[in-house]
Each structure stands twice: as structure tokens, then as C-alpha cells.
């Protein structure tokens, strides 16, 4: 029985302590850490059973029970408390991006070395039973060598523009996912990126000096290349999809809907729009991502999406962010 | 080179005149015969070539050089045509159903027995590139034995009240199509009919002693179900599909649309409805049955539906009529 | 916070346990009645918090501390322990069915007369998302009065022959759900049944008097037809659709699969096989049940699915045997 | 009654032939000039009830009763072709491209002001059902502004090596529809180009300086950005999609298949390939090029995919060439 501390418990924090309850037998939350605490989310805690609810995340990292701790704060505290955690030999969840420096995570991942703990990123799309069926076909050999993967990516609705700034911007916060998923369908590092990207959603986002619509290319190190469509406003909703297309073939997934009832009448043949954002889309996937994570401590077995995928990620959105700016295919080596 | 005549130049011989003038190379329509010729059809006849333009069919019948005619006047002529078609030594196309009397059939046939003269029904959605394909799936073995059959067919608006006595009814006049479909999927005669029927779509349809809406349960001779549903009315247009269900798998087809186009709005996924009618959705299978008519004769080959598949579905069609009236299972061998 | 106490611990017992446990907020399990206790079951009833298990369900009856049973033993008990559960003044979730008798149904139904207690009935489909969505459909007069209602049943494989003698026969054990399931799409009782039946899977079933493939007609007091296939067979796994066609147009549900990938290569466009059977492809309907049973205690409101739709379901499952064995269409009234 | 001299029987002389004996009522081939001509297409073409047959293209330029002329021949000779026809007053459809140089093109262009002729460009996919329905679709303002445009174009099988260098390339011979698409989907030009290109089918294809899988990146004069990805070889045959994304939702367009059956099995749900090329797929879109440049010259009226059209698309050709060997974003200015 492994014992798990989340520090914050915003959202995802949630949605980890209720995954981790109801799904992940052996591991329970023991302890919770969140410095701007709400009834509601009190009582929320206190409902999966969790009785140790701290403001400070040290009280946690300080406790000999814990065995790993759920990095779910704000990105800017990430890596500085991942640091902490490595020092207090826990194992650890990180949410993404570990941060938006290379430099901060370079330090992370060099703490690690030597130690036996376990560092998962949460890109928790890697677990989505479509994603995964993808990837799964493509590692069985059923498309032969990838060509071309496709990856649609399209949110309901842009974030509140107050959050922009801090987030990095739609490289960073949206299509990070989207770079993650590039390298996990191709199997394969990236080797250049090129961004023509723009503003159609809103202007109040092209004000903060980035972009709300995007075609991202990327060159793999495998050569294969990928194509990223990205955009912040979907009036139909979450729109995930993804295409690996081979010498032998080509394997794509559709978007989940609520149900499969289809409506024929005189305006045409009608189904269901897509799950409407990532919390009703992705649920399965956070289970899953912290069953394996739990899985790779019990068994002492590599993580399903380490550091490097953690480092990898945040350096093509570097990469996307000065070609988009420069207006030119950018080499992972500039970064 | 056959020479056909053509014997009623309505809709569907029409429709025959373009298919063979278009389609079919080694044929060609020598003659027309339409006692009520109006100028529309006189100019639509003189566009495909032909100048022979007759009020009397027999000047079709009597002339040296006609191969084969297409017998599309209405329904209660086809028999007596047929017998004199039969006598001038012609091969003979005639629409379904030969005739709503059994004995009239089975003089035909009796007719043609002796004579080498090829003998094809109008069945044209054997020819329907989908209910080919499912066919063809089901003789490659693809759904191993056949154990149910569904057939879904439903008219996108009920045919004029005048016309529905005339037409024999929603068994002899629209059902039929499906009860030839039901032994063609299945490769087997019918040994029994239930049918529960009503009236949904419309009263008047009612007042006429017919029935709008039906669930037709076949026992097939081969020892499978068959389930027809009928509807006089579907407010998305024409509804047209079919099931095969073996005991390796399914074979099911689907409806064809005017494009794949799909649009993806808040109001959900749309995309078309059905081709609206026969003439649309059936204009293929109308050209494939003339071309395998007039290579039947070429080869001197079996046609790909003949006399009795006419006769078989007839007498479906009245222990139709008779199971809905007397509200029980009706064997074939009680007609 | 109501009570529960779970008598029987097979399949369907551990299941509800599992959803109460972790779905349904406002209930706890307090205790499990099993006879046959293995050291799996006693572990599994363990790990969900459960301490009180017993051999003898009359030990949960006695506990003043439960408020419901969920009665998920044998069917030749369900009836008898509802009986006992009444007297005990305890709200009833009871498997189906009921009983195959009526006159112990319609016992346990006078039994409830003048009481406050709540008698839900395990006609989980109804809570399926995809029926659920075509009943909303039908609800929101989407498709307008129903015409005709199709319903496809069919399991991906027969049962062990010792169970079908146990079961009462595929209408009293399978195609009982697909009863319901016509109530409940049509927004209407059965007025009479026809079924056409036979045994094409298994001669095994044949020889104990069952049937494995059926088409069945149902007459809806309201004037619709409802027609459903069943078969104990089908390759590709369990195929649960339905479809309510009205004078406004259709709704169809289609199968759900474990993901939305479509491999296409040189053999065709494959998607995935529907899920395997009712545990994988209903879990979250048996969770949605047990949420609204509980809802219903805590709220007092009427049960979604009570002691007559139970009725009325057993009364078409004898009724659908009669018909099949004297190959005749019984009225509901006969039974 | 339009009379039309075809130049050039190759594969697409014939399909036009074909199309014009069948389809188009208002127009005949009076002639035919091919200087290759085989005694296979000498009987096609005698069989369309042409008995005009030259081995000079000058004779059908020279007849006066010729009213406008296809030019079907090799892309080397469109251009001059083209100035020859307009200089003896033909109405002209010309395949795609007009030539891979702009100034030749532009020679057309001016000899063409001031005249009354017509001069139609063979982008057929314009008048594809499932292509014309998307921008039907965005013309309705279905989707809104479009701000994403996406089309897949793989083909079946590479050309004939020997055929690479002649077709100009990659850009020139096969993307060159796609960039018409991208223009007429989008409503708008062309302004920036940025092309990632490899080799990854056949390495005899790279051997000739040219690339067999391509992801292009259009910046569209209206702000929108549009992708297109291409491989020269997708082992499920001809792959023709295309998406327009906009503020107001999406539309798609998915592959034509021979029929719409699908067979459910152990192996999974499985529906037909795509149609194999592009004379499978576009039979249609080919007549109905032909029936709309005959209904300009009949009706005066402008052609639905004039000069530019064929000049724009040249040039973006010609960028993605310069793009791809320079690997940077290219201005449609610089070409």
C-alpha cells in the first residue's frame, strides 16, 4: 500500500484524489496540501476519507509515511518543489510542464540521477483508450513505418485572458499535450519545428502576444513528419483527434461522445457532439496514468512518461514559439 | 446487337430507354409504344434516337427485327403481353409484379416452358450496388449460415390514395421488393408469412382496406428468419437497408447520400440524409439490370431473375395480405 | 446516509457493491448475506469496507440499522425474500426477474400496497446511456408519436446448458430485458406478442426445449409495432441496439467499443468489435441504477423502474413462449 | 448545339468523350485528334459515333464548325496549343497545368483579353459531390469564417518513375489539385508557402530530385491557414478528404466507397476501402466539368475555374518547390 501526499488541490489535485479512492487499490491520499483552501474543496477531501489537509506542502514532504507526492500547484512552483521532494526521497507525479525553463528541469532531472525514485510527467493523453489504441496499433506493426501523423487538437473555448500570460501561451498550455502525443505516435524525438500561426478567435489573446490558431510541422528524428492543427475555440466542442499513416496502412481515432444515438429527421442524419472539454473527455485517462504510476513504484518498473518526455515537450514549445515569432523552421538544436 | 422495343414509355421506361442508350453497347432501342404520348415524352424518346414511336405495342410485337421488349405499361397488362410477347417469339423484360393473380403467372410460365426465350422480373435492387455487395458477402461465405434477415424499407411519402388500390396494396405494390430481396439475401423460398400491420401515416390509406406501417416476419425454407419493417412514410427520406446475420458474423449495409460532407456545429455531427426516392437512389441498379437482361440474351446465360422469382413474390405478397387480414402465421403452401 | 445490505454475492451482487461503494455518495454497503462464500468474494467484499458478512440474508432484515436490500440471489428467491424484506419494512432493489410465476409477483405487489417502501426492479438498460439517449430522444418528441420500435439483442454466446433449464428460456432470461426495453422506448404496455423462433446455435438448446434465435413482434397499446432479434450468438460479440422510428423522423443507438481507432488498410476500414458482453459494455448502468434506487429512498419519489414494469415484463416472457410453441400471436390478455 | 474537337485520346480525352456523348445534352464531339492512335481507342472513339478522327490537332482548329476545343495532350504543348486555338477563335478547356511556366501562361492569359472565349482548367475536383458540398457548406455560412482548411491527397501507387520527371514533380503533378483545393475551399489566394518534404515511399523517386511525402502549409490571403498532407502511396487506396474549420463549426468530407456494406465479424467491424483512383472516384466530378464549360459558352456566363485559377495554382507549385529545396517559408511574391 503505497501513500500518497497531493500538494494542491486545485482541479486536476481533485480529480487525482478521487481517481487515486475509487480506482487505484494499492495506494490511498493520506495527506492533502493546499494554501488557499475552500470549504467546498474541504469537504470534498474529507469525503475521499483524507483527514491530514495542510496549507503547507513541507508538512507532506516532512511526513516518513508518505511514500510519493502529486505535484498538482501552480506551474511556476514545480520544479522548485520537485527539487524539495527528490531531497525528501519521495517519488513523484508532476503535472505538465515541469516548467517553462529547460535549465529548471535539466536541474531536475540531474537531482534524479542516482536515485532510485520514480518521476512521472502528466500527460495523461498517453492513457486516453483512443490515443492508447493508436499508439497500440502502430507499435503491433499494423500500419508498417509511420509517414505522417495527424493530430487535431482544438479546445471549446480559449482560457480567461488573465491566464494566458502566466500559462506561456498556447505552445506552452495547449499544444504541449499535442508535442507529447506527436513523439508518443511516432516513437520518435523531434528534429525541427515550424509554426505558422495566427489570430482568429480573439484579439484581446493576439494583445498578449500570442496566438489562438495554429498549423504546427514537425520533422522527427525518424523521419517521419507530423502535423499539428490547434485552435482555441471549437463552437462544437473538444475536438482530439489523431492519425498515424504508415506504408502498410493508417490507423485514426474519432472524438467520445455521450452516447451513440443518432437522430434521422428532415434537417439529416444527426449524432452527438464531442465530450465538451478535458475533465469529461480524459477522466479514464487520469485514472489510468495513476494506476501505472502506482504500478511502476510497487514494481519498481520504468514510468509510462518520465523527465525526458517532461524535457522534450517543453523544448519544442520553445522551438514552436520562436518559429512562429521568426517565421522560420526552427532546429531542436537551436533550443 | 439486340434490338429492344420498349412496351409503356412512363417513368420507369424511361428510365430503361436512357440506361440502354447510355449504358448498354450491345443494345440498342429500336421502338417505343405509348398509347398516351404526351410532347415531353415524345422529344425525351426522339433525344435518345429512336424514331420508331408507336400508340400500339403490337406494331413492337409484329416487327421481324425486335429482339426483346420491356413490358413497363401498368400492371394489369403485364401478363397478357407477356402471353402475346411469348407467341411473336420475343425475349421479355417486365416490371414487377407480373400480376397480382397466381394463375396468370403460372400461365406465363407455362408459356415460356419449351420456348428458348429468356424471361426477367423487375427486381432491380438485386442490381443496387449495396445489396450486391451484401450478397456477395453472404455467398463468399463471409457471415458463415444465414440465421436472421432484416430488411428496412421505408418510402419517404405514401403514393397517391387513387393509386393504392390500383397498386394491390402495400404488400403487392411496395412489400414486394422486399420479399424478393429477403429470399435473394438468404439464397432460399419462404415457407410462412406473419404480419402485424396497422395505419399510422395516414387514415385515408386505412379507408382503403390497405395497411401504411408493417413487421413482416418470413420463415424461410432454409430454416433462417426474416424480419421486414414497411413504412409508407419516413420523414428523412428513403430508408433503405439490409441485414444478413450468420453464425460467423454480420453483413449489414447502410443508406447512400448525395456526399459525405459532415458538419460539426453546436447542434451535433450532421450529415445528409438518404437520397431521396427510388429514381435517385436506385438509377444504378436500374442500368445493371438492363445490361445483365440484354448479356443474358448475348450469351444465351440464365437470367439473374426470372419467372419464378416473379411468381415466388406474389404469392408472398398475398399471404401477406392474408396474415395482416386474419392476424396469424400464413404457410406458402395455403396460397 | 441510508443502508444498504446485499443478499447474494454472485456476478451482479459484487457489482452493486463496487458502484455503492464508489459512485453513489449518499449510501454505504453495511452488509453482505452469501451462503457460498469463497475467500475471493470474502476478500473482495473486504477491500470495499464491508465487515458484516454473513451466510443467512435473515441477519441483514433484522439489522434496524438497514434501510434497503438489494435482493441479487437466485430468481426462485427473489420473490420469498421480497416478502420477508416488506415485512421488515425494508426498501427492495430485486434482480429480474421478479419470479417466473405472476401470482407471486402480483403477492409481492399486494405485499406493497399501503406501505412507503420502495420496490426498484434491475432493468438496467433502461439506465445505459445509449438507450437512455434514444428514450430522451423519443421524450423531447424528437422523432415525433413512435411507429415502429427495433430492438437487436444478441449475446456473443449461449450459456452453460445447465443454466438454460434454471433461466426459464432465452424470453424469461434474455429477451426479458428487450421486453422492458419496448415498454420503456415505446412509452407503452404490450398488447400482444408473436414470435417466430428457432434453434440455430446450439441443438443442445433445442433438445431441452429452448430456443436460441427469435424474431419477435410486439403490439404496443398505443398503436405502435415493435419488432426484436435476439440470437445467442453473435461472433462479433454482444450487439445491443435500438432504434424508434415516428412520423417525424428516427433514433438509432449503435454499440459501444473499447475505442474509436479505424485501422485502414489493404483489407478495408476495420473499427472495433462492439464490447464483449454486460459487464464490460452496462457497468455504468448498473451504477446509474443503483444512484437513482437510493435517490429515489432519500428524495421519496417514485422508483424508475417499479413492480410493474417487473410484471408486465415476466407476463411478455410468457406470453412470447406460448406464442413460440403454439406458433400463433397471444394476446396480452390470455396471460 | 455545341460541336467540340477533343486534342489528345489519352485516358482523359476518352473520359471527356464519354462524358460529352452521354451526359452532356447540348454539346457533340465532332472530332478527334490523336497522333498515337491505336485500333483500342480508334474503336472507342468510333463507338461515341465520331467519325472525325485526325492524327493533326491543326484540321480540328481549322474547321469552322468547331466551336471549342479540349486540350488533352501532354502538359508541354497546353500552352502553345492554347495560343494557336485562341488565335482561330476556340472556346478552350485545358487540362491541368497549363504549363509549369508562369510566363507561358500568362501569354494565354493576354492573348485571351479583349476576345469572347472561354478557357476552363481541368480542376475536376472542384466539381466533385463531396468536395462541392464542403463549400457549398462554408458558402452557406455553415461554418462561419473559415480559419483552418485541411486536406489529405494520398495516392493509391507512385507514378512510373520515367513519368516524374515530365509530370514536373511532386507539386506540379499531384499537389497542384490540393492548391487549387486549399484556394477554393478557402475562398481566397495564396500568400505564403512553407513545405516539409521527404522521401520515405520509393527511394527512386528521390533519386530524381523529387519528394514523395509532403506536409504544406498555406497562409491564406484572407487569414486563413490551410494544411496539406501527401503521400504517394497509401496502401488502402486513393485518400481524398478535406475539412474546413471556422468560427462556427466544421465541415468534412470523407473517402467514396463501391458500396456501404460492413461486415461485423471476429475480427472486427469492417467496411470497404476507399474507390482505388482517381478514375474511380472522380467519374463524376469529370461530367460535371464538362456540363458546366458547355453551359458558360451556351449561356455566356463566366467558367466556374478559370485562368487564374490555373495560374495561382502554378505558382504556389512552383513556391512549394523553392520552399522544399530551401527549406523556409516562401512568399507567394517571390514567385
Not at 487525482?16 to 479512492?21: D, P
Not at 469525503?47 to 507526492?69: F, N, R, W
Amino acid at each position: 500500500m503505497i501513500n500518497i501526499g497531493i500538494i494542491g488541490a486545485g482541479r486536476i489535485g481533485k480529480v487525482h484524489l478521487e481517481s487515486i479512492t475509487y480506482h487505484v487499490k494499492n495506494a490511498r491520499v493520506k495527506s492533502v496540501a493546499e494554501p488557499y483552501l475552500n470549504d467546498e474543496t474541504k469537504e470534498f477531501i474529507e469525503s475521499m476519507g483524507v483527514t491530514e489537509i495542510y496549507a503547507d506542502y513541507k508538512q507532506i514532504l516532512a511526513d516518513p509515511e508518505i511514500d510519493a507526492v502529486l505535484i498538482c500547484s501552480s506551474t511556476d512552483t514545480h520544479a522548485s518543489i520537485s527539487m524539495e521532494a527528490i531531497d525528501a526521497g519521495k517519488h513523484i507525479f508532476c503535472e505538465k510542464p515541469i516548467d517553462q525553463s529547460i535549465e529548471k528541469i535539466e536541474e531536475v532531472k540531474k537531482a534524479l540521477e542516482g536515485t532510485n525514485l520514480k518521476y512521472q510527467v502528466g500527460f495523461n493523453r498517453r492513457f486516453d483508450h483512443n490515443f492508447a489504441a493508436v499508439r497500440a496499433a502502430v507499435n503491433a506493426g499494423k500500419i508498417g513505418d509511420p509517414h505522417i501523423i495527424k493530430i487535431t487538437s482544438r479546445d471549446p473555448a480559449p482560457p480567461n485572458p488573465a491566464y494566458i500570460k502566466v500559462s506561456g501561451g498556447i505552445f506552452m498550455d495547449m499544444a504541449i499535450h499535442d508535442f507529447d502525443m506527436a513523439c508518443f505516435l511516432a516513437g520518435s524525438d523531434v528534429e525541427e519545428v515550424y509554426v505558422a500561426a495566427t489570430v482568429l478567435v480573439d484579439p484581446a489573446i493576439g494583445a498578449q502576444g500570442d496566438f489562438d490558431t495554429a498549423i504546427i510541422t514537425l520533422k522527427m528524428a525518424n523521419g517521419a513528419l507530423c502535423v499539428i492543427d490547434n485552435s482555441r475555440r471549437a463552437a462544437y466542442g473538444y475536438d482530439q483527434r489523431a492519425e498515424v499513416f504508415g506504408n502498410k496502412g493508417s490507423v485514426a481515432s474519432a472524438n467520445d461522445t455521450l452516447s451513440t444515438a443518432i437522430i434521422s429527421d428532415e434537417n439529416g442524419v444527426t449524432g452527438e457532439k464531442p465530450l465538451y472539454f478535458f475533465l469529461e473527455r480524459y477522466m479514464q485517462s487520469y485514472t489510468t496514468e495513476m494506476f501505472d504510476f502506482v504500478d511502476a513504484i510497487v514494481k519498481d518498473k520504468d514510468v509510462p512518461c518520465g523527465i525526458d518526455a517532461g524535457l522534450q515537450s517543453v523544448k519544442i514549445a520553445l522551438a514552436a514559439k520562436k518559429s512562429a515569432v521568426e517565421n522560420r523552421p526552427v532546429k531542436m538544436s537551436e533550443i
